[in-house]
């Protein structure tokens, strides 16, 4: 077995009875021992591809692969797949103890008794649930009932781990809380795990790495950062940054990129980072806000429209060409609403996009 392809899926598609062609031929694979990250828009087919891994749903092509072994013909309940549920899913009748227990307690897996109290208390404690462990769902908070589902999940050593969307039914600090334990417990036990999420900054906290979706197709499976700094194309861009990256309608001819108010030479580029020719027509200019930077001398001359403070750094806004756009810079620099500015550039880590989204600088 290839542990660099632990969980190897191929070509996997689905279509819906109806007609509809959720996942198109989606292709990934994922180390042993990784927390890898399904991420992408309401809709864009990530509990789909975790239900066909979960054997829930039937792929109409394809194949999923884990340890070297197909499991297209092997039944969910065989799969030995740990899966937790946004909802928790936990059974409101039973105890605690008796929740984490219960996978021990029924079919080809079923333990005695003391074997499998022993084994839910060692999850448990992993869980930092052991003094609740005669309480019953009913009464714990959704943090705690988070960490029972998980608990529950762990106990029968599955050989993969698949969580939807396990913190949203949480608080904001909550999430932040959990997403730290959830990550620190599967490395701790070692645990391949696939994380569904719709939210990039979860995932570019907790992801070894990231698989980003659209419209059932993979746009970019890398690590966070890669997702950040060198975007495969316009959709990947414009989905992760928080502010949000800032694009303009810009316009390639006789060697200059022409915008509203301002235009670049296109020797003033780093030509080694051309991914291909840089034909005249139509592009999108995309910068990340902490790119733009205050200078007596820069190719945007705007007027600051609002600032919004967030945490160490301010956010500038500003309206170009009827769109509006940011800029992040220090707290200690000094600007008000209504000042005169201008903006620098910096080309290095501009982004030139075709208007079908290709990515060309
Ligand atoms: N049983 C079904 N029949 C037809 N279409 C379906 C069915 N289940 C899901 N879909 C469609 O398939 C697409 C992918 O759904 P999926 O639930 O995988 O998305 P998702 O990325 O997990 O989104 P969310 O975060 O909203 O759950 C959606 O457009 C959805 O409407």
Redesign the pocket.
């Known amino acids: 077995m290839n542990e660099d392809k632990f969980i190897q899926v191929n070509n996997l598609e689905k279509t ?3 007609g ?1 062609q ?1 996942i198109k031929s989606v292709t990934f694979s994922v180390k042993k021992g990784d927390l890898v990250c399904l991420l ?1 828009p ?8 975790l239900n066909m891994i979960a054997g829930l749903l039937n792929p109409t092509g394809g194949d999923i692969i884990v340890n070297g072994k197909s499991l297209l013909n092997v039944a969910p309940k065989d799969r030995n797949i740990g899966y937790v549920f946004q909802n928790y899913a936990l059974y409101p009748h039973m105890t605690v103890l008796q929740n984490v227990m219960f996978p021990m307690t029924v079919g080809k897996n079923k333990k005695p008794k003391d074997e499998a109290e022993r084994i839910a208390k060692k999850f448990m404690k992993l869980t930092h649930i052991e003094e609740l462990a005669d309480q019953k769902p009913g009464n714990l908070s959704g943090g705690q009932q988070q960490r029972v589902s998980i608990a529950r999940a762990l106990v029968q050593e599955p050989q993969i781990l698949l969580m939807d ?1 396990p913190l949203s039914n949480l608080d904001a600090r909550l999430r932040l809380k959990i997403r730290e334990e959830i990550r620190n417990l599967v490395k701790e036990v070692g645990i391949t795990t696939l994380f ?1 999420t ?1 939210d990039q900054e979860e995932a570019l906290s907790i992801g070894d790495k990231i698989i980003l ?1 659209h419209n ?1 197709v993979i746009q970019q499976d890398d690590k966070g950062q890669d997702l950040y700094l060198e975007p495969n194309n316009q959709f990947v861009a414009n989905f992760i940054g928080n502010p949000v990256i800032d694009n303009f309608d810009v316009k390639v001819a006789n060697d200059q990129i022409v915008g509203s108010d301002f235009e670049i030479p296109v020797a003033k580029l780093n030509s080694s980072k051309f991914r291909s020719k840089l034909a005249d027509g139509d592009y999108t200019l995309s910068i990340r806000p902490e790119n733009l930077k205050l200078a007596d001398e820069g190719e945007l001359s705007e007027v600051i429209d609002d600032i919004e403070l967030i945490g160490r750094e301010r956010v500038l806004k500003f309206n170009h060409a009827g769109i509006s756009q940011r800029a992040l810079i220090d707290l200690e620099q000094e600007v008000k609403r209504g000042d005169k500015v201008k903006f620098k550039m910096n080309l290095d880590r501009i982004y030139l996009f075709k208007p079908d989204g290709e990515r060309i600088y």
């Open positions: 819906y009875e109806n509809y959720a992408g309401s809709g864009c087919g990530k509990t789909t591809t969307e569904v719709h979706f059932g």
